[in-house]
């Protein structure tokens, strides 16, 4: 909520002209109280959880032969009852615990001082904070990943999130509700530290969510810009690996990069499968 009584007040406060952005920020936000801002995380995730498989569920459905040749394991096909079935599993966990846990985090985003007025962040300073979101992000879904494959995470907590060997885009948050749980803190971990505007707490988790439904839809196209552009970058494959190989895993733990499972050689078993493949099996 924007304590400005209109756009000279806003003006004044901010010392200089606001920029379209700020004057849309300004018109949208200035009545709305910041529960109500803070709230509309969990409509970005509803919906990014809603749509953003939906373009790999048709791919799935039509079963081009075009296509195929991306498919990860194309030895299994998912019908779509296969994947409704796990899109409502995941939306009855959302319901449960993502979507509450959401609301709960509230006085904490308050508290860490994520901001909702003028200025707006300017692009860089959004970009930088985005970076070390998903690292802070990445390095600690590594460790706690990792423990969720000890004999015990695994077999209380973690089995679920392995229920698919061949993971679908509608998988990526299908999890225990524990896990949703621990491996969201790392989520609120790197806010938490370098705290910046609401718009960037948005943006990190919807660009978050999409990268886990790109790298659990079973496909890996050349063209995937996020496999050119990040350096480090995972992607498809990588994470599908992780799911095939199930409970024994022991390879490809982190969520969005390569160099933790490099350093602390965690992805030995991934670089030996990879020399082992023949050319158009998984490789
Ligand atoms: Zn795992
Ligand atoms: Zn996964």
């Known amino acids: ?46 919906l990014f959880y809603s749509l953003a498989p939906l373009p790999y ?8 032969k075009k296509i195929n040749k991306y498919k990860i394991q194309p030895k299994v096909q998912r019908t779509f009852s296969d994947m409704f079935k796990c ?15 959401q609301i709960l985090s509230y006085p904490t985003t308050k508290w860490i001082g994520i901001r909702t007025s003028l200025p707006l962040p300017s692009k860089w300073e959004m970009f930088w904070q985005l970076c070390v979101y998903f690292i802070i992000e990445d390095y600690c879904h590594y ?18 999130h392995h229920e698919y060997t061949t993971p679908i885009g509608f998988a990526a ?12 803190i790392p989520s609120f971990l790197g806010p938490a530290l370098v705290p910046g505007h609401i718009i960037t707490y948005w943006l990190w988790f919807i660009l978050r ?22 350096p480090f970058y995972g992607g498809a494959k990588y994470h599908d690996y ?16 390569t160099y933790c499972d490099y350093i602390y050689g965690t992805d030995k078993g991934y670089r030996h499968y990879k020399s082992l493949l023949v050319p158009n099996k998984r490789d």
């Open 1 to 46: 909520m924007l304590e400005y009584l209109n756009l000279e007040a806003a003006e004044a406060a901010v010392g200089r002209k606001l920029t379209v952005w700020e004057e849309l920020w300004l018109n949208y936000s200035a009545k709305k109280h910041d529960f109500i801002l803070h709230f509309h995380n969990i409509l970005f995730l509803f």
């Open 57 to 64: 569920m048709w791919i799935e459905l039509i079963q081009s």
């Open 87 to 101: 899109y409502k599993d995941v939306m009855k966990t959302f319901i449960l615990v993502a979507g509450p846990l």
């Open 143 to 160: 460790w706690m990943h990792r423990w969720l494959h000890t004999k015990w995470g695994y077999e209380k907590i973690h089995h679920v």
């Open 173 to 184: 948050p299908y999890a225990h509700w524990a896990e949703i749980f621990i491996l969201g």
């Open 209 to 230: 969510q999409l990268e886990a439904v790109e790298t659990h839809s079973g496909y890996e196209f050349p063209w995937s810009l996020t496999k050119w552009v990040i």
């Open 242 to 257: 992780h799911h095939y190989v199930g409970s024994r895993s022991r390879s490809n733990f982190a969520s969005v990069f």
